[in-house]
Structures are given as C-alpha cells and as structure tokens.
C-alpha cells in the first residue's frame, strides 16, 4: 500500500529533551516536506526536501531541523523543544511537477501528536 | 504573504443538500489548487485537483475555479453525513522562487451534514 509513515502517533516530552519523529514514503516520491497543525493558524510548512541532501526552510523553520539521506526517509528533528512546539505534525510527500503548470498533491503522513512540557 | 482564506464555517446542511465551500487566494500567480478533507484527528485527504479555469467534476465532488476573480469552489452533491469534516483548500505557485513545491493552505471550513 502507497503510504506514508510516522512514528510516533503520540509523543509527549519535556523542555530540552531532543527528540526526532520519524517519516518514511514507499511511493519513490522526490519531493517531501513537514507541516505543523495548530488550532487558528492552519497548516504552516516548516521544512522541506527536493531530494536526497537537498532540503530548505518553509515558514516556521526555527528549533527544528531535517535531513534527507535517503530518498525515502525524512526525519524531523527538534533539538531542544520547548513547549511552543507542542503542536500536531504531518508529514508530506508529492511526486512534484506534472507539467509546468501542474503540480502533483501531497500525500499527508497519519500525524504526530506532540505535547512538550 | 500569500494566502489562502476559506469563509470559516462551520457550515451545516440537511442530508441529501449541495455543500458549497468557498476560497479566495491573494497569489495571482497560483497555478495549481486543491480540496483536502480532514476528519478531526486524522490527516488530510486529497480529494480534488483543479488547474484550469471552469469546472471539474469526481463523482459527488465539483470543484471550480476562476483565476481571474482568483476563486476556487467545492461543491458537494447529495451531502451524507460520512462528508462531515473539516475542508481545507490549497494552492501553489511553484514557480516563484523555484523549488519549493508548497501549498499554502487555508485555515478551514467545518461541514456538518445532518442526517
């Protein structure tokens, strides 16, 4: 089944303790990136990767940080969370451009819940 | 900043009515749009594309979309209470800046169909 996959559905932490959630697609998609999900604001794009050791900030990039060394793989990283990163994370994959006017949807990951305290 | 507004809902109609969720975007040079469905607590769900002025329509589902009034529409026949979820459209420019294939999303209408 085309997927993609976090871990943890669920994580609560505390302030300073860095933590990682996980993201993988089996589609061979290029394209990936990482939304947070927060009631009033919407979905903002954090971070994001063309492709493998290509990555970039979106609009909320601060205390967090990514990698991309396998295509299939997309980690998010916060090394030091603080409690304004509580929040309800998706990651997204797209197989991107379908012509020069086109782009591909995304396929969202089930989320992660994230509580720092 | 480019943005994405949906009229903020909720929105809430009889079993077997038309829903119609409305959005406006600032970005003139948007190119591609998107209808994703969200049920509380789970993912958003692709379920509609649309890239070129008019209508197009998948099954239940229509979406339309002016580029000159820069206004994309969903329209839900025959709503059944299984419809009831948050909306979320989306757009993209992609070609400003280059290389990142963001969409910018909307905060949201929540649709209630009552049974």
């Known amino acids: 089944e085309a997927q993609v996959t976090q871990n943890p559905r669920y994580l609560i932490t505390v302030t300073g303790k860095k933590l990682t959630v996980t993201c993988s697609q089996n589609m061979n998609h290029e394209y990936m990136s990482w939304y947070r999900q927060d009631p009033g604001l919407g979905l903002r794009q954090i971070y994001y990767s063309m492709n493998v050791e290509v990555t970039d900030k979106g609009d909320v990039p601060e205390g967090y940080k990514v990698s991309r060394k396998e295509k299939r793989n997309f980690p998010l990283i916060l090394e030091s969370p603080s409690p304004n990163q509580t929040s309800l994370y998706f990651c997204?994959?797209?197989?991107?451009?379908?012509?020069?006017?086109?782009?591909?949807?995304?396929?969202f990951g089930s989320g992660t819940r994230l509580t720092v305290v | 900043q480019k943005e994405v507004e949906q009229n903020s809902g909720p929105l809430s109609v009889p079993e077997g009515a038309i829903a119609s969720l409305n959005c406006t975007y600032s970005d003139r040079g948007s190119q591609s749009f998107f209808w994703y469905r969200q049920y509380s607590g789970k993912s958003p769900e692709l379920i509609m594309s649309?890239?070129?002025?008019g209508d197009k329509e998948d099954g239940r589902f229509t979406a339309q979309l002016n580029k000159a009034s820069q206004y994309v529409s969903l329209l839900i026949r025959d709503s059944q209470p299984s419809d009831s979820a948050t909306y979320l459209c989306?757009?993209?420019?992609?070609?400003?800046?280059?290389?990142?294939?963001?969409?910018?999303f909307g905060k949201g209408t929540l649709l209630t169909v009552n049974p």
């Open positions: 649309i890239y070129s002025n």
């Open positions: 989306a757009g993209t420019n992609f070609n400003s800046g280059g290389s990142n294939y963001k969409l910018t």
């Open positions: 997204a994959s797209s197989l991107g451009v379908n012509s020069p006017t086109q782009l591909y949807g995304y396929t």
